[in-house]
């Protein structure tokens, strides 16, 4: 690893519940939960509409606000751990590869006042907005509004000015959006989003009236802030949009950021950097253990982080929707983060479609009307082989395609298509059909196997004899 200190001041961070699957697959979950970072019960929301509301995980579950220089820290500390070789103060220079992807990559990096030369037949750049290796050609700036993140970190010593003290705020205004993530009970860091080609942000002198004015057209935000301390000089971070045209090839993947960046109104960043991260170790490491297996390995990482991206483009689109009803004289900023395109990607179904699709719809209640279902494999079925993760290596398993699904489907919400295609055949009734399923398969919620088993029959791939 070939790492320096990330940019100072380092940003506050939000990490959602949903990472912990994600730290338990990597084993980092106890350096997370004892490295001492607030926890999290949720958002406070004011978009849109103009009321402010609480929104709590649920479940009693927890997200963690993090600086990101320990966050980053305590991952690099595990890292090392588990054997990996950190060059922790290293600065690359140059990436030569040979374009075949037969040879092996040449890095040359500083460390301290020595030049080094090293190579490596699998580089993974992790190199963020910075991109590398992936600025040389391998991704593209997204259509639409610039974004630029002026950030201040505050202190106060009593509570703030909201109803629970371990939220981020986030709210929509004008011409803009702001957000506040606590990384302790005292301080938090205050961000508006604002776009350089509608809002002036000059110098540093500059920069600070600009803040200023842009966190006093807000509502929470302002009250927020009133009577707190700024403690560190302000400071402004690109946070435009961009898009790999490729994530990968034979010896060379680009990981998290690297691959492409969304607005980061979603607040998943950095689970989807974390995601990335994991995959493309899963991809090194089958790709190095079965050479076979590189171009379905390779395809799969690709689909993966474009279903990413797309997915976080498509919660962009909506809120920017939902922002612009309300200011309309900001209509040029939240039409510009108004996706065009909000097709699901090609390679992974859209749940939301899926419930309301007519077919799916009448399959659903043919299963719930009828004394036996006695279903069949239809002439459209066909088998295919497609690349999945199992544990943490890549296997080539079988999926069914139709027409509706070209590509080839293997699962929906967990629930394993091709197992229940199997049982099909062997039960005329849905509740002997989910039964076996659950003893051949790992369980499922009632509801998630009504849904599998209803677009098996309306898309066409198992139909009532």
């Not at 751990?81 to 092996?104: H, K, L, M, T």
């Not at 302000?234 to 990968?248: E, H, K, M, N, Q």
């Not at 295609?421 to 919620?445: C, G, I, K, M, T």
Request: glycine share 8%.
């Amino acid at each position: 690893m070939l790492t320096r200190p990330g940019p100072q001041p380092a940003l506050g961070e939000s990490l959602p519940p949903s990472c912990d699957k994600l730290f338990d697959r990597i084993g980092v979950r106890h350096a997370i939960e004892t490295a001492g970072f607030l926890q999290a019960t949720g958002n406070t929301v004011r978009w849109g509409t103009g009321e402010e509301r609480v929104e709590q995980f649920g479940g009693g579950r927890y997200g963690y606000q993090v600086g990101r220089d320990v966050f980053d820290r305590t991952l690099l500390d595990q890292a090392a751990s588990a054997g990996a070789v950190v060059r922790g103060n290293a600065v690359v220079r140059e990436v030569r590869r040979d374009r075949s992807g037969d040879g092996p990559a040449a890095v040359t990096y500083d460390e301290g006042d020595e030049s080094h030369e090293m190579t490596a037949g699998w580089l993974l750049d992790c190199t963020g907005r910075a991109g590398l290796v992936a600025r040389q050609g391998m991704r593209r700036a997204e259509p639409g509004g610039r974004t630029m993140a002026l950030a201040g970190i505050w202190e106060r010593a009593g509570s703030w000015a909201i109803e629970d003290q371990t939220h981020t705020l986030v709210e929509s205004y004008e011409d803009g959006w702001a957000w506040s993530v606590p990384v302790s009970l005292r301080r938090r860091f205050v961000t508006a989003m604002v776009d350089p080609s509608l809002t002036v942000v000059g110098n540093r002198q500059g920069l600070a009236a600009t803040y200023h004015t842009e966190l006093g057209r807000t509502t929470s935000l302002q009250r927020l802030v009133a009577g707190a301390q700024l403690i560190e000089p302000l400071f402004a971070r690109d946070a435009s949009s961009y898009a790999a045209v490729r994530t990968g090839e034979r010896g060379l993947l680009l990981v998290g950021d690297a691959a492409s960046f969304v607005d980061p109104l979603s607040s998943y960043g950095v689970k989807k950097a974390l995601a990335s991260a994991w995959l493309a170790a899963v991809v090194t490491h089958s790709c190095l253990s079965s050479p076979a297996l590189l171009e379905p390995a390779l395809a799969l990482y690709d689909s993966r982080e474009r279903a990413m991206y797309d997915g976080m483009r498509t919660r962009l689109t909506v809120f920017a929707r939902e922002a612009l009803t309300t200011h309309a004289a900001g209509k040029n900023f939240w039409l510009d983060r108004v996706d065009p395109d909000e097709s699901a990607s090609a390679d992974e179904p859209d749940l939301a479609v899926l419930r309301s699709d007519p077919d799916v719809l009448h399959a659903l209640q043919e299963l719930k009307q009828r004394s036996s279902i006695n279903l069949r494999e239809t002439p459209a079925l066909r088998r295919v082989q497609k690349a999945i993760v199992r544990g943490n290596v890549i296997m080539l398993e079988e999926h069914l395609a139709v027409p509706s699904f070209e590509w080839g489907i293997r699962f929906i919400r967990s629930v394993d298509l091709v197992t229940i295609v199997a049982l099909a055949r062997e039960h005329d009734q849905v509740p002997d059909l989910f039964d076996a399923y659950n003893r051949s398969a790992p369980p499922a919620p009632l509801p998630d196997f009504l849904g599998a088993l209803s677009v098996l029959v309306g898309k066409g791939m198992l139909a009532f004899a």
